[in-house]
């Protein structure tokens, strides 16, 4: 019974590339979450898919950021050009259902930039 | 959107002492959940508590709603449980996912 998958688990990017983390959600949930946790600022939620649907994106920055979640395959946080300040644990977690059952995170990924 | 405050931000405790971290809320909850982040930045769900009492081994939890306020209390403290500890919440409004507070940093000496 496998939890929430990530990967990579670490990172190493040059600034200016592209990053891509991936996020296979529990057995089961159909409700991916992906969170953003940078040194100053605690764990910041970023955008709520469902397959094939963006429900919420209020947390992800406006330009450069993307989150897809296909019918086929894991969930795929996209990042372009990326720059130093993009440096960060990114987490995935999964529900069963929207808002109001229990979300369980995966490891994370480590994201540096150089 | 709703506001999730932590306290103490910090705690340092002998192995074996009690310890009682709370959580504060600014509205009314659908979700609230405790974490534990290990030294190695995973987090370990601990509780999914939007109201009553849960236990679960030498950890508890109480979420009084009406009040929105949660308490974790972890008893007979052991090195492993060292790390961050978490709450966050989701409200009926505002953006669907969770909102964590910022934590508390615990510390068990040996």
């Known amino acids: 019974n496998a939890g929430v998958m990530q990967n990579p688990r670490h990172l190493v990017r040059r600034r200016g590339q592209e990053a891509r983390l991936r996020c296979s959600p529990m057995k089961g949930h159909s409700h991916v979450y992906w969170y953003r946790q940078l040194p100053e600022e605690g764990l910041k939620f970023m955008v709520y898919?469902?397959?094939?649907?963006?429900?919420?994106e209020s947390g992800m920055p406006k330009e450069r950021f993307s989150a897809e979640f296909p019918k086929e395959g894991p969930s795929i946080l996209r990042i372009q050009q990326v720059v130093r300040g993009d440096s960060a644990a990114y987490f995935c977690a999964s529900s069963h259902q929207r808002q109001v059952n229990e979300q369980f995170f995966g490891p994370g990924t480590r994201l540096t930039v150089l | 959107g709703i506001q999730v405050e932590q306290s103490p931000p910090d705690l340092i405790l002998q192995e074996g002492a009690n310890s009682t971290l709370r959580c504060n809320f600014s509205?009314?909850?659908?979700?609230l959940q405790w974490f534990h982040q290990n030294p190695w930045g995973q987090l370990i769900n601990l509780f999914y508590i939007p109201s009553g009492t849960k236990q679960n081994g030498r950890l508890s939890a109480t979420t009084v709603a009406t009040e929105r306020y949660s308490l974790l209390y972890i008893s007979s403290s052991q090195t492993t449980d060292s790390g961050v500890y978490f709450c966050?919440?989701?409200?009926?409004?505002?953006?669907?996912?969770?909102?964590f507070g910022k934590g508390t940093h615990l510390i068990i000496q040996p």
């Open positions: 966050a919440a989701h409200s009926g409004g505002g953006a669907d996912g969770l909102t």
């Open positions: 509205d009314s909850v659908n979700n």
């Open positions: 898919l469902q397959k094939e649907n963006i429900i919420d």
